[in-house]
C-alpha cells in the first residue's frame, strides 16, 4: 500500500477515534513532538517555537480532541485517548513526510483551506472552531439575500450558508448540493395576554392580530403570507422592520405579532409560543458539487448541528427532550 493510501487510513482511523472530521497535519506534529520530548518546552524548542503558543494550540487541539497529556510537576504523560492515537499520529507524519517532496507540501491538511463561504448569519465561534479543525484560511462572509434567489455573493462562493423559511425556501442552483444542519421548529412573539398559560397555539388563531414583518418582497414576509393563507386568513401587516431588533420594542409594547424560532429569542426576553403547525425553519449548507469544498461544507454542517443542539440545551431543554423523543420526526436531535 502506497504513501497516499497509508496516510489516508491513518487520518481515517485518527477522524473514528476523536470524532472529527478534520485532521490539520501542523497538530499532528505539535502532538507528536510533545509526546516524543516529554513535555511542552521541549517541543516549542523543537518545532521553533514560542512555548506560550505552543501550550495554548495544545489547549485548543484537546478541547476538540479531548484529553491527550496528564500534566506532572515534570513534564506530560500520554492519556488513555494518546496511546491508541499515537501510533497512527506517527504514521500520518511518516507517510505525510515521504509525500512532501513530491505531491503535498509539509503543512497539508486532510481538507482543502482557501475556500470562501457566504453566509446568512454571523455565528460566534465559528473562526474558532475552523481555527482548531485545520481550516484557519477559510474566508466567511455575512451576506443579506433579499429576495428569492440567490445572490451573486451566494453564486461565487464555494460554501453558502442560509435559512429556508417555511414556504419560501431558495431553488439551489444546478451544480450545488445541500445538506440541512438542522430545523429549527416554529414560534410565535405574542403580547403577554394572548397566550398566557399556553404551550402552544395555532395559525388560525392570530388572525385577528397585527403581524410584524420583514419589508415588502424579503423571504421573511413571503413566509409570513404563504403560511397564514394555508392556514386560511391573510395577515394584517401592519409593521415591518428589516430585522428582530429594530422590530423589537413594537412586541415589547404588545402592538403585534411576529414569526420566530426556537432559539431566536431566548426564552424571558419576549413572550412566546410554539406554534401547532409543523413548521421549521431549515439552516441549510450548500456546496458546490464535485469541487474541494465537500468535507468542508460535512464540517460545518456537523459543528452548525451541535451548537444548535447546545443553545437548545441552555435556552430551551423542555423542547429538547421532546424532539430527541420523536427522533422519527426530528432525528437531527438524536443524543451522539
Known amino acids: 500500500m502506497g ?94 513526510s515521504r509525500l512532501s517532496g513530491t505531491t503535498m507540501a509539509d503543512d497539508t491538511t486532510m481538507v482543502p483551506a482557501g475556500l470562501t463561504v457566504a453566509s446568512e448569519f454571523g455565528f460566534t465561534g465559528l473562526v474558532d472552531a475552523l481555527r482548531d479543525g485545520g481550516l484557519a484560511n477559510v474566508r466567511q462572509h455575512v451576506v443579506t439575500i433579499p429576495g428569492p434567489n440567490w445572490t451573486p455573493a451566494m453564486l461565487a462562493a464555494d460554501i453558502c450558508v442560509y435559512a429556508d423559511l417555511p414556504l419560501a425556501g431558495l431553488a439551489t442552483p444546478a451544480g450545488w448540493d445541500t445538506i440541512i444542519a438542522f430545523e429549527d421548529p416554529a414560534y410565535v412573539l405574542l403580547p403577554e395576554d394572548a397566550g398566557a398559560d399556553r404551550t402552544t397555539i395555532a395559525l388560525r388563531e392570530l388572525a385577528e392580530h397585527d403581524w410584524l414583518t420583514g419589508p415588502a418582497g424579503t423571504r421573511n414576509q413571503r413566509s409570513v403570507l404563504a403560511v397564514c393563507q394555508a392556514a386560511g386568513f391573510v395577515p394584517r401587516i401592519r409593521f415591518t422592520a428589516p430585522n428582530g431588533p429594530s422590530g423589537r420594542h413594537i412586541l415589547k409594547d404588545g402592538k403585534a405579532v411576529a414569526l420566530t424560532t426556537a432559539t431566536l429569542v431566548p426564552p424571558g426576553e419576549l413572550h412566546t409560543v410554539r406554534l401547532a403547525e409543523d413548521l421549521r425553519v431549515a439552516l441549510t449548507v450548500a456546496w458546490r458539487r464535485g469541487g474541494p469544498a465537500a468535507p468542508t461544507a460535512a464540517w460545518l454542517a456537523r459543528w452548525l448541528r451541535d451548537r444548535h443542539v447546545g443553545q437548545l440545551a441552555e435556552r430551551r431543554p423542555d423542547l429538547l427532550a421532546a424532539l430527541r423523543a420523536d427522533p422519527s420526526r426530528w432525528p437531527g436531535y438524536a443524543p451522539t
Do not use: N, Y
Open 3 to 96: 504513501s497516499v493510501s497509508q496516510a489516508t487510513a491513518a487520518a481515517e482511523t485518527i477522524a473514528a477515534l476523536i470524532g472529527v472530521d478534520v485532521v490539520a497535519m501542523r497538530h499532528v506534529r505539535l502532538v507528536t513532538s510533545v509526546a516524543a520530548t516529554g513535555s511542552i518546552s521541549g517541543a516549542a524548542r523543537q518545532l521553533g517555537l514560542p512555548q506560550p503558543a505552543v501550550s495554548a494550540q495544545l489547549t485548543r487541539i484537546e478541547r476538540r480532541w479531548g484529553t491527550l497529556f496528564d500534566r506532572t510537576p515534570r513534564g506530560v504523560s500520554a492519556s488513555p485517548l494518546l496511546v491508541q492515537l499515537l501510533p497512527h499520529l506517527q504514521r500520518l507524519e511518516k507517510e505525510m
